[in-house]
């Protein structure tokens, strides 16, 4: 059960379900598109798939889909939280309303998602949920402090689930996706509510956010470049995976700091 399945990663994580010959269940705010993406599935791997419409701001609408797949498959082996809008602005034009949106899409969604499709992972033999994060996250750029807000926010409850759910035997890991040639931006402004339209991006933000991190543009990739080895280190039980990019450098100048700040406090506290 893959989460903004019609187009793009999720996409990318059907079709490697499904040449897996796993039964895939799609489920997009894009209802028609996810029912088409799942037919072609169907045909060309010879499995079971299934699209559904859902919108992860809708609690009932989500509910209402874990249902569904109860009712058709009984359980979930693998659950993929692929949920992520973007909008890009300075602080100081980011409106309080945008926020709202954005978090409870990106972050909120993700829990939603989580709480309504558990049962059925309980269900399975050594069940794995997985959450797409962002490699902004390992190696942060300007103008997109709402979206990597909510990333890390999605880390944060990613890391939180792996601990609660151990005891049920489901394995929990974090997507860290960089730059892909996909919809995103073009579905995201699209999930728009009418009190939040506006473009995605304001006059100079795509350029504030290259020159803060020249490396985010040089490492794109297609969805089905980025998605290769993930359902298998899903699978595995794997608490990280790095789609594509190079963030060492910026892991280990994070984790210096860190540990020179954690040092510190241990000789404070002797």
Known sequence: MITGAASGFGRALAERCAARGMRVVLLDVDGDRAATEAAALAAANGVEAL?????????????????????????????????????????????????????????????????AFLPLLRRADHGRLAFTSSSSV????????????????????????????????????VIFPSGMLSRHLETSEAAQPAHVRRPIAGDGDFAAMHESNPT?????????????????????DHRYVVTHGEFREALATRERELRIAATEAAKENR
Not at 150 to 158: R, Y
Not at 164 to 169: F, H, I, R, V, Y
Not at 218 to 235: H, N, R, S
């Open 51 to 115: 699209g559904l419409r859902v919108d992860v701001a809708d609690g009932a609408s989500v509910d209402e889909a874990a249902a569904t797949v109860g009712e058709r498959f009984g359980l979930a082996h693998l659950v993929i939280s692929n949920v992520g809008v973007q909008l890009f602005a300075s602080i100081d034009r980011a409106t309080d309303d945008e926020w709202r949106w954005l978090l409870d899409v990106n972050v909120v969604g993700s829990a939603r998602v989580a709480r």
């Open 138 to 173: 390992l190696d942060p750029a300007s103008r997109m402090s709402m979206y990597q807000a909510s990333k890390f926010a999605v880390w944060g409850l990613a890391e939180t689930l792996r601990v609660e759910l151990a005891g049920d035997g489901i394995g929990v890991s």
């Open 216 to 236: 985010m543009a040089q490492f794109l990739a297609t969805p089905e470049e980025a998605a290769a080895g993930v359902i298998d280190a899903v699978l595995g």
